[in-house]
């Protein structure tokens, strides 16, 4: 995946953002890190990539997808809820330290199906644990 620095696209407080297969960075060291070995960082992008794969290889379902989710959770009684409890991002953080999880995916990242599937409330519940708080 390329990788270009575009702070304007980046709220503050994230490191990187997928965007038709393309990461944005806020600065050229982030950038550097990106393009090279794979890292944790890199991995959670790779893993959207796969995300969109699996929405029929389709960059616009899977923003579509992230959008009705994002609203859907937005309200919800949870620090920065419309993009910790998508299913998209939980996917990608439960599975970011996992740096092989992308190459056994090749035909698609599907486990944030198991995440769409649940409540808001489910998703506070199982962020809430204590082995899954140090992944996000």
Do not use: C
């Amino acid at each position: 995946m390329p990788v270009v620095v575009d702070a304007f696209w980046i709220r503050k407080g994230y490191q990187a953002l997928t965007f038709f297969g393309v990461i944005l960075t806020h600065t050229h060291k982030e950038a550097a890190l990106l393009g090279g070995q794979l890292n944790t960082l890199k991995n959670h992008e790779l893993i959207h990539l796969k995300q969109a794969v699996a929405t029929n290889d389709s960059w616009w379902r899977f923003y579509a997808l992230y959008l009705r989710f994002w609203w859907k959770a937005r309200k919800a009684h949870y620090p920065n809820a419309g993009y910790r409890l998508n299913p998209f991002e939980m996917e990608a953080y439960e599975h970011m330290n996992d740096l092989d999880y992308p190459r056994r995916h090749q035909t698609g990242a599907n486990d944030w199906r198991r995440f769409a599937a649940m409540t808001i409330e489910e998703r506070i519940h199982y962020l809430q644990q204590p082995t899954k708080r140090a992944n996000t």
